[in-house]
């Protein structure tokens, strides 16, 4: 038998008469805006999360609407995360989507970038993967480094990897996915210098056999 449920107030929830989330086939088209008819408001499910945006009908919720729509398709079809939530891994994923695209050739093969950066990032990923984006800092980078330094990397090879990996960084504020604060910390950092910390050089190139 089916029971009425109510809520603390006396009133059915609003959530109640939303429309269920039904599997459905992935569509090239974005969800549409509905209409929710307990609140009056409109309301679109991305990802499973329901945004409402205040009266159905309305220009502004129609603009706020498209608006929505439209970053959620240029962030890959997925829920933007507050810079507080978006870990180093996810950073690096919405990068690798940009890097595929942008390091290509004029016949849309990928570049040799491709493969620095992979190198390069990996040296962070592998240890600070799970880690909140927004609290890798300076001595997070310094810490990659030193880690590079005691596999018996070169210093070239190393300044290129840290180089890299601030570049991740610059894409990431001018994405708006970390604070700009993040990647000028990084900046301070500076390059290894020849005949310190240790590093070895790498070896000189040698002349080609006559």
Not at 59 to 68: A, K
Not at 71 to 94: D, V
Request: charged share 25%; glycine share 8%; aromatic share 8%.
């Amino acid at each position: 038998m089916k029971t009425k449920e109510t809520a603390l107030s006396g009133q059915k929830q609003a959530s109640d008469q939303l429309e269920p989330l039904t599997p459905r086939r992935v569509s090239v088209r974005p969800p549409k805006l509905r209409h929710h008819k307990a609140t009056g408001q409109g309301y679109v499910v991305l990802n499973g999360k329901y945004i409402f945006f205040g009266p159905y009908g309305e220009p502004e919720v129609i603009e706020q609407y498209h608006r929505t729509i439209a970053e959620w398709i240029a962030n890959g079809r997925q829920q933007q995360k507050t810079p507080e939530e978006i870990t180093i891994n996810e950073l690096l994923a919405r990068f690798w989507v940009y890097a595929e695209g942008y390091y290509q050739d004029a016949a849309g093969n990928p570049t040799t970038e491709i493969g620095n950066l992979r190198v390069a990032l990996r040296h962070m990923c592998d240890i600070y993967g799970n880690t909140k984006a927004i609290e890798f800092g300076p001595r997070a980078l310094k810490t990659v480094r030193q880690r590079m330094i005691d596999k018996g990397l070169c210093r070239n090879h190393i300044n290129k990897c840290i180089s890299r990996i601030k570049t991740l960084f610059k894409w990431a504020t001018a994405e708006e996915l970390l604070p700009g604060a993040v990647y000028h910390a990084l900046m301070t950092v500076p390059g290894l210098k020849k005949g310190r910390n240790g590093v070895r050089e790498s070896e000189p190139v040698k002349p080609a056999p006559q």
